[in-house]
């Protein structure tokens, strides 16, 4: 073999192991990007812990002006660092859900007026979807700041069985996907579940982690009593003490008008707090959270705990 003939393979071969390590640089340096990419999403995303928090004075009446100094957060037992802090007034994202089963016949209508109460106090930059429930779930109309009610709701009837636990389930869904941190979900129903894929632990699990409040309304009928309306408002009571709603009871007339208001007012003016666990373990385990606030006569309302993360 000649040596020219030698070189020529030799430079060909070096070439090719140069054009191989390039490649292989380059293939690295996005890896390593592309994984910090993802640390952050993850560590942003799915680390945070969000509280809407509704502080009241003696007087039952939202208490402003409160400072970041006056908040202490608590997750079993220990002080957590507070991320952030905001106190203006936000808008919000709520799902009324409108119980149609074959139990509320007679009161579908007041249920609809309901609705419409609500939506006739909404602020310009808060948005709202309905969806009604029976043996399924269905979207009446989706997210807008409009206050009217779609032609959609004045067509629902009492028919079939009660997925509750769905409803609340899908609420948080797609709640879960909306930009404002302020979340609810506006339940309207007597209370009896009787059709759900969902557990009730499982509906509430999924609207903690969607950072959504959930305020209970009971759509019994006012001459209904005995164990199974104690057992069915025990149900509606649950959600909205858990994640730290309201909880009201069968509405009419003036009270049903000032109950709603209420609830819309309340959500524009809730404390926001964020924060990173110190306990950083993915064990999917329930962690209990407690929120003091220093003052006289204040009266805390949020969520009482989560479930942690699941590697």
Known sequence: ????KHNDNDFYRFSYFLLLLIQFIALT???????QNEDEIIDVDSSIVILNATITDKDGKPASGLDRSRFEVLENGVKQEVAFFETQESPF????????????EQRVSLARSAAITFLDKLRPDDNVAIYNFDSKVSMVQDFSNLRDLHHRAFNLEATGWTALNDAIFKAAEVLEKRKEKRRAIIVLSDGADTRSKHSSSRALKTALNANATIYTVDMSAINTGGPKRRQNQGALKNFAKKSGGVFVKTPGGRQMRTAFSNIVKE??????????????KKDGKWRKIKLNVTGNGLTVRTREGYNA???
Not at 93 to 99: E, G, Q, R, T
Not at 273 to 279: C, K, T
């Open 93 to 104: 994202s709520a799902v009324i859900l409108i119980d149609t089963s074959g139990s509320m």
């Open 267 to 280: 959500l524009g003016v809730q404390y926001t707090l964020g924060y990173y666990p110190s306990n950083p």
């Open 309 to 311: 993360g699941k590697n």
């Open 29 to 35: 340096s996005q890896s390593e990007v592309f994984a």
């Open 1 to 4: 073999m000649s040596p020219f």
